[in-house]
């Protein structure tokens, strides 16, 4: 007996000694980002489906982690990226993991935990365009991208910060959730409107997000936080169930981490829609198998135009035209053929009062849409709430009053004469130098401190695609002396999204820019 008690307690100790060794725990390898092998941070979704299919990992374990990232991290460190989790989003995976083990099949973003930007409509969780005045509304339906994506088998993780009403294109602050920092210097902006997306994406909260883009939203965010953003062409994608700010320019898309995530989701949400009568255009184009353009040799033969308007600016940053310099070289050394510089025509006076103010007009006939659902019935009466920022007030009341008519204010930019007119000097000058693509920097300057509103910002996304419909692509570009992300923008023709997937993904491959922030790497 007395034997007996004396193996049992050295046992005990031995068991004791050897769960203290990280080896021995799974949770250990989990809080450095590892687990049986699989790394977590930067993961995609081909190294999350691989991991599946090798049982090193599954969904629900994903979500966890990302969940824990966000509690670990999102508020403790000021990113402030996240509005609100999804409080299914662990038993949707672990519905998923089931799907899985009793099929072996796996759909295409089989539980992929996604980050949505709050201005998505989602059944299931509140929907406020950054609105305090919107808190609580859920929608009865999801927006079209939203559907299609779970559909494919993701997980809708959590709701992202926003610029408020998508407004500022410089600065992604709310009434609803506050001022989101850039995760590679949290006493900078991560631009706008789609901050909160991007941050959260490459702060590794998520898999990868979606964004909208008005004038800049998804690419100038994607370029401030060396993620890859893609606004499609204009018609290819369905903005159904998006919360408008001018819907004659807007779009809804990606923002990942990498070129072959990004074009994943963009396969996806692509082709028509009823809902949304602009995807006319893209009704005969089907099917959308975009992933088969990622050539890692895409660069080869491609003949690109430099577009050096923004870099020619007194304003524009030093560190940024170098970098941009560096960029055409390793275009140039992969095969491409460039022409520089590509100039466009009388761009000054073609783009000079394109913009046309929608907001009142688009939201209140959003509002109407809704029905019984709406929380309000009009902008007026949201406005009279006094539930808005500060910083947004004049905005607000100068969209009220802008003459509301029964009729559109502006033609979308297939039929207004002022965008065709535009669009069809880009595409001559195109064809004269017969291009494929122009390129140029997503900003000319670095990020701006939160609190600067003074010194250039450098934002050079407002007028080509969103006024052409051409489709456009941001990749990491490098980083300044100071770590900071900047991005190159490619722009193609009218849903000519292959040839500019292409020339992203093959650039990607060759200069291997995007790096995770230093603060929230496990790494570090």
Same mark, same amino acid.
């Given at each position: 007996?007395?034997?007996?008690?004396?193996?049992?307690?050295?046992?005990?100790?031995?068991?004791?000694?050897?769960?203290?060794?990280?080896?021995?725990?799974?949770?250990?390898?989990?809080?450095?980002?590892?687990?049986?092998?699989?790394?977590?941070?930067?993961?995609?979704?081909?190294?999350?489906?691989?991991?599946?299919?090798?049982?090193?990992?599954?969904?629900?374990?994903?979500?966890?982690?990302?969940?824990?990232?966000?509690?670990?991290?999102?508020?403790?460190?000021?990113?402030?990226?996240?509005?609100?989790?999804?409080?299914?989003?662990?038993?949707?995976?672990?519905?998923?993991?089931?799907?899985?083990?009793?099929?072996?099949?796996?759909?295409?973003?089989?539980?992929?935990?996604?980050?949505?930007?709050?201005?998505?409509?989602?059944? !299931?969780?509140?929907?406020?365009?950054?609105?305090?005045?919107?808190?609580?509304?859920?929608?009865?339906?999801?927006?079209?991208?939203?559907?299609?994506?779970?559909?494919?088998?993701?997980?809708?993780?959590?709701?992202?910060?926003?610029?408020?009403?998508?407004?500022?294109?410089?600065?992604?602050?709310?009434?609803?959730?506050?001022?989101?920092?850039?995760?590679?210097?949290?006493?900078?902006?991560?631009?706008?409107?789609?901050?909160?997306?991007?941050?959260?994406?490459?702060?590794?909260?998520?898999?990868?997000?979606?964004?909208?883009?008005?004038?800049?939203?998804?690419?100038?965010?994607?370029?401030?936080?060396?993620?890859?953003?893609?606004?499609?062409?204009?018609?290819?994608?369905?903005?159904?169930?998006?919360?408008?700010?001018?819907?004659?320019?807007?779009?809804?898309?990606?923002?990942?981490?990498?070129?072959?995530?990004?074009?994943?989701?963009?396969?996806?949400?692509?082709?028509?829609?009823?809902?949304?009568?602009?995807?006319?255009?893209?009704?005969?184009?089907?099917?959308?198998?975009?992933?088969?353009?990622?050539?890692?040799?895409?660069?080869?033969?491609?003949?690109?135009?430099?577009?050096?308007?923004?870099?020619?600016?007194?304003?524009?940053?030093?560190?940024?035209?170098?970098?941009?310099?560096?960029?055409?070289?390793?275009?140039?050394?992969?095969?491409?053929?460039?022409?520089?510089?590509?100039?466009?025509?009388?761009?000054?006076?073609?783009?000079?009062?394109?913009?046309?103010?929608?907001?009142?007009?688009?939201?209140?006939?959003?509002?109407?849409?809704?029905?019984?659902?709406?929380?309000?019935?009009?902008?007026?009466?949201?406005?009279?709430?006094?539930?808005?920022?500060?910083?947004?007030?004049?905005?607000?009341?100068?969209?009220?009053?802008?003459?509301?008519?029964?009729?559109?204010?502006?033609?979308?930019?297939?039929?207004?004469?002022?965008?065709?007119?535009?669009?069809?000097?880009?595409?001559?000058?195109?064809?004269?130098?017969?291009?494929?693509?122009?390129?140029?920097?997503?900003?000319?300057?670095?990020?701006?401190?939160?609190? !600067?509103?003074?010194?250039?910002?450098?934002?050079?996304?407002?007028?080509?695609?969103?006024?052409?419909?051409?489709?456009?692509?941001?990749?990491?570009?490098?980083?300044?002396?100071?770590?900071?992300?900047?991005?190159?923008?490619?722009?193609?023709?009218?849903?000519?999204?292959?040839?500019?997937?292409?020339?992203?993904?093959?650039?990607?491959?060759?200069?291997?820019?995007?790096?995770?922030?230093?603060?929230?790497?496990?790494?570090?």
């Amino acid at each position: 007996m007395k034997k007996a008690w004396i193996w049992f307690v050295f046992l005990t100790f031995l068991l004791i000694f050897l769960s203290s060794f990280p080896c021995c725990k799974k949770a250990a390898n989990k809080e450095e980002g590892k687990m049986e092998g699989f790394i977590f941070e930067e993961a995609t979704i081909a190294s999350i489906h691989k991991a599946f299919k090798k049982g090193q990992l599954t969904s629900r374990q994903l979500v966890d982690y990302y969940l824990e990232r966000i509690e670990k991290y999102d508020q403790s460190s000021g990113l402030n990226a996240i509005v609100v989790i999804n409080p299914d989003a662990q038993k949707r995976a672990d519905y998923l993991d089931k799907t899985y083990s009793q099929t072996k099949k796996l759909r295409p973003l089989h539980g992929i935990p996604i980050i949505v930007k709050d201005n998505y409509e989602t059944k !299931d969780m509140q929907t406020t365009a950054g609105s305090l005045a919107l808190k609580g509304f859920i929608p009865p339906e999801d927006a079209y991208q939203v559907r299609k994506l779970r559909e494919a088998g993701a997980i809708i993780l959590a709701k992202s910060n926003m610029a408020e009403w998508a407004f500022s294109p410089l600065r992604t602050e709310s009434s609803i959730a506050g001022i989101t920092k850039n995760p590679y210097d949290l006493e900078r902006v991560p631009a706008g409107s789609s901050g909160g997306t991007a941050a959260a994406v490459a702060a590794n909260f998520g898999t990868i997000g979606l964004g909208t883009d008005t004038g800049n939203s998804i690419r100038g965010p994607s370029s401030h936080c060396c993620l890859v953003g893609i606004r499609s062409t204009m018609g290819l994608t369905s903005r159904d169930g998006i919360i408008p700010l001018y819907l004659r320019n807007d779009i809804g898309g990606p923002m990942g981490r990498t070129v072959e995530d990004a074009v994943k989701i963009l396969e996806l949400i692509a082709g028509y829609d009823p809902s949304d009568p602009i995807t006319e255009r893209c009704k005969d184009l089907g099917p959308y198998i975009y992933t088969s353009f990622l050539d890692k040799n895409g660069l080869e033969g491609a003949r690109i135009g430099v577009f050096r308007y923004y870099t020619d600016k007194p304003t524009a940053d030093p560190q940024i035209r170098d970098l941009f310099d560096k960029a055409i070289e390793d275009m140039k050394s992969c095969g491409a053929e460039i022409v520089d510089p590509f100039v466009i025509p009388d761009f000054e006076e073609l783009t000079k009062g394109i913009w046309c103010d929608m907001f009142c007009h688009d939201l209140n006939h959003y509002l109407a849409s809704l029905g019984g659902y709406a929380p309000y019935k009009t902008l007026s009466e949201i406005v009279n709430t006094g539930q808005y920022s500060p910083y947004i007030e004049r905005r607000l009341k100068r969209a009220l009053e802008v003459p509301q008519e029964k009729e559109v204010p502006c033609l979308d930019v297939y039929c207004e004469p002022k965008n065709i007119a535009f669009r069809g000097c880009i595409l001559q000058a195109m064809e004269e130098f017969q291009l494929d693509a122009i390129v140029y920097p997503t900003w000319s300057n670095p990020p701006r401190k939160i609190d !600067d509103n003074k010194s250039p910002a450098g934002d050079n996304s407002q007028l080509i695609p969103p006024h052409t419909g051409f489709p456009a692509i941001t990749v990491p570009m490098g980083f300044n002396t100071q770590g900071l992300p900047t991005g190159l923008q490619i722009v193609g023709k009218l849903f000519e999204e292959p040839i500019i997937i292409q020339i992203a993904y093959a650039y990607e491959r060759a200069t291997q820019h995007r790096k995770p922030p230093p603060r929230f790497s496990a790494a570090k």
